[in-house]
């Protein structure tokens, strides 16, 4: 049985006939991060991604969380929604920090009971509001993005709480509050927050203050308006779209003072509204990547280090190798954690009783 669920996802992963631009972006996010990090362990000069990969793609992946996140809570009940998403993202990160952890002798039962506390925030990816935490337990390279994530998770429900449209007021909010952040950030004001991480390396105050969650709300609150509005927005030109999205992106350099800026995610939503109105690409190769687009995150700089100083290999070789690597142990990981995972969480959401059906029973119990 277990056997022919396996051969089961092997087949869905390569066989689907889903045709959804968002597939093509959630693609295009993951390739540019792969293509920074590329660059940076080994070197070249990679156009626009090479240098901004790592700042466009988590905006992108930012973005389509807020577009998808939104729809997901109208159309779930709280419950539902909170077991969804934890089994979505919690089993393959699980088993990706726990094994390249232990791989790297990061994770042990020395450092374990060392630094429980720090370990435990790593477990509920919290890591990047603690920064002894991430820095003690930093398997994997990218987590900051994970608890970015998780807060939007919890935030989400509040914004939809008995509405169904993310109002533009809200909008104009989080790009004043993500702006100021941003700002405040840029000129070291917030260093404060954790005068001693910093002072260590001053390069911490962006990775724990430019990219907190503050500074990156405006990316999931202009996704999520874009849901709210799709209906209206579907008239819109997609080539307009794409143009605005360019010109966006090529004026970058004259007005990027601080990062992130609410233009770029005015820019991505240009990007993601021209793919909703266009129409919708069918590629196996990109459905392969978007699907398996999480994994590929959470695995592909561990293997990428490991290729250049592990294994030794260089320049064009190394990378090859990497995306190699990266691919069959992220198929592997999508195949055997990440759908299995995800269907358990739906098991469980649709077993399990309803909050009005604990109270009823309970009632009936008293009685």
Not at 71 to 94: G, V
Not at 167 to 181: D, G, K, M, Q, R
Request: a positive charge; charged letters at 10%; glycine letters at 6%.
């Amino acid at each position: 049985m277990a056997l022919f669920s396996l051969k089961e996802n092997f087949s869905a992963l390569w066989n689907n006939e889903r045709q959804n631009n968002i597939d093509l972006l959630r693609a295009i996010a993951v390739i540019s991060v792969f293509i920074h990090h590329a660059q940076h362990v080994y070197g070249g000069n990679f156009p626009f991604l090479g240098d901004y990969g790592g700042q466009f793609g988590p905006q992108l992946f930012f973005l389509i969380s807020g577009y998808l996140i939104s729809a997901s809570c109208l159309k779930h009940s709280l419950r539902d929604y909170a077991i969804h998403r934890i089994f979505r993202i919690m089993p393959a990160y699980l088993a990706f920090f726990i094994i390249i952890g232990v791989i790297t002798n990061t994770v042990n039962l020395r450092s374990i009971f060392e630094f429980p506390w720090r370990f435990f925030a790593n477990l509920i990816l919290l890591q990047q509001l603690f920064p002894s935490a991430l820095l003690t337990f930093d398997v994997l390279h990218v987590t900051w993005t994970l608890t970015v994530e998780v807060i939007w998770y919890v935030l989400a429900p509040l914004l939809f709480w008995k509405q169904p449209k993310l109002h533009f007021s809200i909008v104009f909010l989080s790009i004043v509050i993500s702006t100021a952040w941003s700002l405040l950030a840029s000129l070291g004001l917030l260093d404060g927050l954790y005068p001693e991480i910093i002072k260590s390396n001053p390069g911490y105050s962006y990775l724990f203050i430019g990219n907190n969650f503050i500074s990156q709300f405006c990316f999931f609150a202009f996704g999520a308006w874009l849901q709210s509005q799709k209906n209206t927005l579907s008239q819109w030109n997609p080539l307009a779209a794409f143009i605005l999205f360019l010109l966006v992106f090529i004026l970058k350099p004259y007005y990027m003072i601080f990062n992130p800026i609410f233009i770029t995610g005015i820019g991505l939503t240009f990007l993601m509204l021209g793919a909703i109105n266009s129409h919708p690409i069918k590629n196996r190769f990109i459905f392969l990547i978007s699907e398996t687009s999480y994994s590929i995150y959470l695995c592909h700089f561990p293997i990428i280090l490991w290729v250049r100083h592990g294994m030794g290999l260089e320049s064009v070789q190394g990378v090859l190798v990497s995306i190699l690597l990266t691919m069959t142990i992220s198929v592997i990981s999508y195949v055997c954690i990440e759908k299995p995972g995800m269907r358990l969480g739906r098991r469980i959401a649709e077993k399990s009783p309803s909050f009005s059906g604990v109270k009823n029973l309970l009632n009936h119990a008293v009685k």
